[in-house]
């Protein structure tokens, strides 16, 4: 088991190294430091002096993979992929690229807070409707309401989650004046502008989640033992949450589980649509600025979360299912 | 002569076409295939679906030729090389001239005669707050209100009168070649058609296209001499708009999933068939590549793009060429994303079918690796792929939309979904609401996602016999076998 968990952590730390090497790559190679300088500068009559302090403020004056005006190791750990690569490996983000902006460490620790509060209650929320909302229609099977509630599912998924969002600001805060329309506050009052988000993210994101898990059930309600079940002479009620329900708690969960890592990263559209100052918000932000030292440090944070994330989905599994061959 | 403009997409979607063509010959060609897709019809969700992606397709293909027209010599200029118009049009935007050219100064409501934003203007000596006739919509009504609304009526109820005369035809035409197929009368046939008891649903086709017949005859009669849906804040017709937009989200839906395809199943049967390190390669090239968050990765790789045509203004020549190229770009970028899954999916596939019987006899007969995969690997896993690719196609519509919100989708001066929502944000928030851009937007891309999700379900019962297990019915399904 040990070993296993070793192994797997082993796995993500090299491609958290893949990913490292590919973002170095879009972001370094692609354009130069010299591309981003003018950028930042703005236009393309800016002087060479300018553009060298830029990078030199920034440390970005070295080459990029092989300093050969240097002697022996220092060939390779005095450039920005080795400085970048092992600042990003010890969680120091540096600052950002544009003038006003300050350290992007602070602002991630700041930032995931308020991420936190929106995401996780609707990741718990949105496995408890979705999963209950299936169950129903699971139990209702072969009936009209199974039927008019897949369609209503197809046509919920067929909607834009923008749509949900600005209707949902419309109705609720323009006319019914239920939530105010976008803003935070910290503490307790976070609940009244948090409300909304989230109530609008679960229904936007209802149907094809609720889709999804009713064929798992399905699946999961054609094997043999729920049959043996049944045939015990078990209600169908019982025999769908004690036999079924659990089971299919399986694939759920890890579908669910892809989820996490936004979690932490908080959902872009959402976040910016409500004027959370969450790290979604803050991609958005950036991307706007094309600020990309902060872009390219929410790459990186995004693909660490995401591969923990796996991670212990994957040991939690073993735990879960002990069938799971630890490979 | 006006000047012929090939874009990158629109040669990518006449190609497109050309292989959809193909892929339909050579379905009609093989009997096995096409015993499949009749089962894809059978589903009268995934006909009805048909019938509106064609439509949509039809004006993908009509708004796919682009062209630069003449411009008429300066007077009194020497006759030197001729002139071009700057700005590229379609064969769509000849169609809808009318559209086109009938731009008002800024917002007005649906059908309206008057502007929505009152002016001040001097009557009598005095200053009063009027809302200014529009130049084009209602323009021919002398006193538009009394004329106004009989004038609306009788365009609608003449438009509805020539769209029932056109779907009456198509029906006409469909039950003709339904008659011909079966050899049977027409009368047989239609009965047959409205009793429901033809394999394939044609009574859905019919209430589809007079469905389609009754919305659009109006529609057409309406949008000449008002703005059906109303304008933008420029003016601009919104239902062109919305017309347009219909292009911008079929590339990216079938472009961009076609994008996947080499990439996707090139690795994934390497990786299943050669297994070893190979596979172990490719294996951590996708989780390296899922790893990121797909949003941030398009975002860092559409930046990319920006700043590459930025540096390389000699590639285009007008602002439309500059904001395709944008977007061929893009769907190379959600297409080098977006691999990860197909490819997952024909790895597993392809590690099961490498040691079935047939695939180690060819091996025995010493035939080559890549004649394997191709002729004995790739033919038996091609189900998978169509499958994702018809359900990848509404979700890519759906994104494009979230990405043109987050500022890496489309150019902002080309026409889309995502641009229309990304305005009508602050539209909504006026007072009075400015609705109708928003509720266009939504009525057109709900209709072209539905379609796509409905077609896309068809495809998968019809090829994926698993799936059909989980299909609710409105009826529960009674076992009978006829005698």
Same mark, same amino acid.
């Given at each position: 088991?040990?070993?296993?968990?070793?192994?797997?952590?082993?796995?993500?730390?090299?491609?958290?190294?893949?990913?490292?090497?590919?973002?170095?790559?879009?972001?370094?190679?692609?354009?130069?430091?010299?591309?981003?300088?003018?950028?930042?500068?703005?236009?393309?009559?800016?002087?060479?002096?300018?553009?060298?302090?830029?990078?030199?403020?920034?440390?970005?004056?070295?080459?990029?993979?092989?300093?050969?005006?240097?002697?022996?190791?220092?060939?390779?750990?005095?450039?920005?992929?080795?400085?970048?690569?092992?600042?990003?490996?010890?969680?120091?983000?540096?600052?950002?690229?544009?003038?006003?902006?300050?350290?992007?460490?602070?602002?991630?620790?700041?930032?995931?807070?308020?991420?936190?509060?929106?995401?996780?209650?609707?990741?718990?929320?949105?496995?408890?409707?979705?999963?209950?909302?299936?169950?129903?229609?699971?139990?209702?099977?072969?009936?009209?309401?199974?039927?008019?509630?897949?369609?209503?599912?197809?046509?919920?998924?067929?909607?834009?989650?923008?749509?949900?969002?600005?209707?949902?600001?419309?109705?609720?805060?323009?006319?019914?004046?239920?939530?105010?329309?976008?803003?935070?506050?910290?503490? &307790?009052?976070?609940?009244? !502008?948090?409300? $909304? #988000?989230? %109530?609008?993210?679960? +229904?936007?994101?209802?149907? =094809?989640?609720?889709?999804?898990?009713?064929?798992?059930?399905?699946?999961?309600?054609?094997?043999?033992?729920?049959?043996?079940?049944?045939?015990?002479?078990?209600?169908?009620?019982?025999?769908?949450?004690?036999?079924?329900?659990?089971?299919?708690?399986?694939?759920?969960?890890?579908?669910?589980?892809?989820?996490?890592?936004?979690?932490?990263?908080?959902? &872009?559209?959402?976040?910016? !649509?409500?004027? $959370? #100052?969450? %790290?979604?918000?803050? +991609?958005?932000?950036?991307? =706007?600025?094309?600020?990309?030292?902060?872009?390219?440090?929410?790459?990186?944070?995004?693909?660490?979360?995401?591969?923990?994330?796996?991670?212990?989905?994957?040991?939690?599994?073993?735990?879960?299912?002990?069938?799971?061959?630890?490979? | 002569?006006?000047?012929?403009?090939?874009?990158?997409?629109?040669?990518?979607?006449?190609?497109?076409?050309?292989?959809?063509?193909?892929?339909?010959?050579?379905?009609?060609?093989?009997?096995?295939?096409?015993?499949?897709?009749?089962?894809?019809?059978?589903?009268?969700?995934?006909?009805?679906?048909?019938?509106?992606?064609?439509?949509?397709?039809?004006?993908?293909?009509?708004?796919?030729?682009?062209?630069?027209?003449?411009?008429?010599?300066?007077?009194?200029?020497?006759?030197?090389?001729?002139?071009?118009?700057?700005?590229?049009?379609?064969?769509?935007?000849?169609?809808?001239?009318?559209?086109?050219?009938?731009?008002?100064?800024?917002?007005?409501?649906?059908?309206?005669?008057?502007?929505?934003?009152?002016?001040?203007?001097?009557?009598?000596?005095?200053?009063?707050?009027?809302?200014?006739?529009?130049?084009?919509?209602?323009?021919?009504?002398?006193?538009?209100?009394?004329?106004?609304?009989?004038?609306?009526?009788?365009?609608?109820?003449?438009?509805?009168?020539?769209?029932?005369?056109?779907?009456?035809?198509?029906?006409?035409?469909?039950?003709?070649?339904?008659?011909?197929?079966?050899?049977?009368?027409?009368?047989?046939?239609?009965?047959?058609?409205?009793?429901?008891?033809?394999?394939?649903?044609?009574?859905?086709?019919?209430?589809?296209?007079?469905?389609?017949?009754?919305?659009?005859?109006?529609?057409?009669?309406?949008?000449?001499?008002?703005?059906?849906?109303?304008?933008?804040?420029?003016?601009?017709?919104?239902?062109?708009?919305?017309?347009?937009?219909?292009?911008?989200?079929?590339?990216?839906?079938?472009?961009?999933?076609?994008?996947?395809?080499?990439?996707?199943?090139?690795?994934?049967?390497?990786?299943?068939?050669?297994?070893?390190?190979?596979?172990?390669?490719?294996?951590?090239?996708?989780?390296?590549?899922?790893?990121?968050?797909?949003?941030?990765?398009?975002?860092?790789?559409?930046?990319?793009?920006?700043?590459?045509?930025?540096?390389?203004?000699?590639?285009?020549?007008?602002?439309?060429?500059?904001?395709?190229?944008?977007?061929?770009?893009?769907?190379?970028?959600?297409?080098?994303?977006?691999?990860?899954?197909?490819?997952?999916?024909?790895?597993?596939?392809?590690?099961?079918?490498?040691?079935?019987?047939?695939?180690?006899?060819?091996?025995?007969?010493?035939?080559?690796?890549?004649?394997?995969?191709?002729?004995?690997?790739?033919?038996?896993?091609?189900?998978?792929?169509?499958?994702?690719?018809?359900?990848?196609?509404?979700?890519?519509?759906?994104?494009?939309?979230?990405?043109?919100?987050?500022?890496?989708?489309?150019?902002?001066?080309?026409?889309?979904?995502?641009?229309?929502?990304?305005?009508?944000?602050?539209?909504?928030?006026?007072?009075?609401?400015?609705?109708?851009?928003?509720?266009?937007?939504?009525?057109?891309?709900?209709?072209?996602?539905?379609?796509?999700?409905?077609?896309?379900?068809?495809?998968?019962?019809?090829?994926?016999?698993?799936?059909?297990?989980?299909?609710?019915?409105?009826?529960?399904?009674?076992?009978?076998?006829?005698?």
């Amino acid at each position: 088991m040990l070993r296993f968990i070793l192994r797997r952590i082993g796995y993500g730390a090299l491609v958290l190294l893949g990913v490292n090497l590919l973002t170095f790559v879009l972001f370094f190679t692609v354009n130069t430091p010299d591309d981003m300088a003018r950028l930042n500068l703005g236009g393309k009559r800016v002087s060479a002096e300018a553009i060298e302090k830029w990078k030199a403020e920034r440390g970005y004056d070295k080459p990029l993979y092989l300093n050969t005006a240097e002697a022996g190791t220092r060939q390779l750990t005095e450039t920005i992929f080795w400085e970048r690569s092992v600042s990003l490996f010890m969680l120091d983000f540096g600052r950002a690229d544009s003038e006003s902006a300050g350290d992007i460490g602070a602002e991630v620790v700041q930032r995931m807070a308020v991420s936190l509060q929106l995401a996780l209650p609707l990741f718990v929320l949105q496995l408890i409707a979705s999963t209950a909302f299936a169950l129903l229609l699971v139990m209702f099977r072969g009936t009209a309401l199974d039927f008019w509630g897949v369609v209503a599912c197809v046509l919920m998924l067929s909607i834009s989650g923008l749509f949900y969002i600005i209707v949902g600001q419309v109705l609720f805060s323009r006319v019914l004046m239920l939530a105010p329309i976008s803003g935070y506050a910290p503490g &307790l009052d976070a609940v009244k !502008f948090l409300m $909304l #988000p989230i %109530l609008l993210s679960l +229904v936007a994101r209802l149907g =094809g989640e609720a889709r999804l898990y009713r064929a798992m059930f399905l699946e999961e309600a054609s094997k043999d033992y729920v049959r043996t079940a049944r045939a015990k002479g078990l209600a169908e009620q019982v025999v769908l949450v004690r036999h079924v329900l659990r089971n299919a708690l399986i694939p759920i969960i890890t579908s669910a589980g892809s989820y996490l890592p936004y979690v932490f990263l908080g959902s &872009l559209v959402f976040e910016s !649509f409500f004027g $959370l #100052p969450g %790290l979604g918000a803050y +991609v958005i932000e950036a991307i =706007g600025k094309q600020d990309f030292a902060v872009v390219r440090t929410m790459v990186f944070v995004g693909s660490l979360l995401y591969i923990a994330t796996y991670a212990l989905i994957d040991i939690a599994y073993t735990w879960v299912d002990p069938r799971v061959r630890l490979a | 002569m006006p000047k012929i403009v090939i874009l990158w997409t629109d040669a990518a979607v006449w190609l497109m076409f050309a292989a959809l063509l193909a892929y339909g010959w050579s379905v009609w060609r093989t009997p096995e295939k096409r015993q499949r897709w009749g089962r894809v019809f059978r589903d009268g969700g995934a006909l009805a679906s048909t019938i509106v992606l064609l439509l949509a397709l039809g004006v993908t293909l009509l708004d796919s030729v682009h062209y630069r027209p003449l411009l008429p010599p300066a007077p009194g200029a020497a006759p030197g090389p001729a002139a071009y118009d700057t700005r590229t049009r379609s064969l769509l935007d000849a169609v809808l001239a009318d559209l086109v050219d009938g731009r008002e100064s800024t917002y007005s409501k649906p059908l309206a005669y008057l502007g929505f934003t009152k002016e001040s203007v001097v009557v009598n000596g005095e200053v009063q707050r009027v809302a200014p006739r529009l130049q084009f919509g209602g323009a021919h009504l002398a006193d538009p209100a009394t004329q106004w609304l009989p004038d609306l009526v009788r365009r609608a109820s003449l438009g509805l009168a020539a769209g029932a005369g056109v779907a009456a035809a198509a029906v006409l035409l469909l039950l003709a070649a339904l008659a011909r197929a079966r050899g049977a009368s027409l009368a047989v046939t239609w009965g047959a058609v409205r009793r429901r008891e033809t394999p394939v649903p044609w009574h859905v086709a019919v209430v589809t296209l007079a469905v389609i017949g009754l919305v659009a005859g109006p529609a057409t009669a309406l949008s000449g001499p008002y703005h059906l849906l109303g304008t933008d804040l420029t003016g601009n017709d919104v239902l062109y708009q919305c017309l347009k937009s219909i292009r911008t989200a079929f590339v990216i839906g079938s472009l961009a999933t076609l994008a996947t395809l080499p990439l996707a199943v090139g690795l994934g049967l390497a990786a299943g068939y050669f297994r070893g390190w190979v596979d172990e390669a490719i294996q951590y090239l996708y989780t390296v590549l899922s790893s990121v968050p797909n949003v941030l990765l398009i975002a860092a790789l559409v930046l990319m793009v920006q700043v590459f045509l930025d540096q390389h203004p000699e590639l285009f020549e007008t602002g439309a060429e500059r904001a395709d190229l944008k977007l061929f770009m893009l769907c190379i970028v959600l297409g080098l994303t977006g691999w990860a899954t197909l490819a997952r999916l024909l790895r597993a596939e392809t590690l099961k079918l490498r040691e079935l019987e047939y695939v180690q006899a060819a091996t025995a007969f010493g035939i080559g690796h890549g004649r394997i995969l191709a002729r004995h690997v790739f033919p038996n896993v091609a189900h998978l792929m169509l499958i994702v690719t018809v359900l990848e196609f509404s979700s890519l519509v759906l994104y494009e939309a979230v990405l043109s919100y987050v500022g890496v989708g489309v150019d902002p001066s080309m026409n889309s979904f995502g641009g229309m929502i990304n305005l009508a944000r602050v539209e909504m928030s006026r007072d009075p609401m400015v609705w109708w851009s928003f509720a266009s937007a939504f009525g057109f891309m709900v209709t072209l996602v539905l379609a796509a999700n409905l077609f896309a379900d068809g495809v998968r019962d019809a090829f994926d016999p698993r799936s059909r297990l989980f299909r609710a019915r409105r009826r529960p399904v009674v076992q009978t076998r006829k005698a």
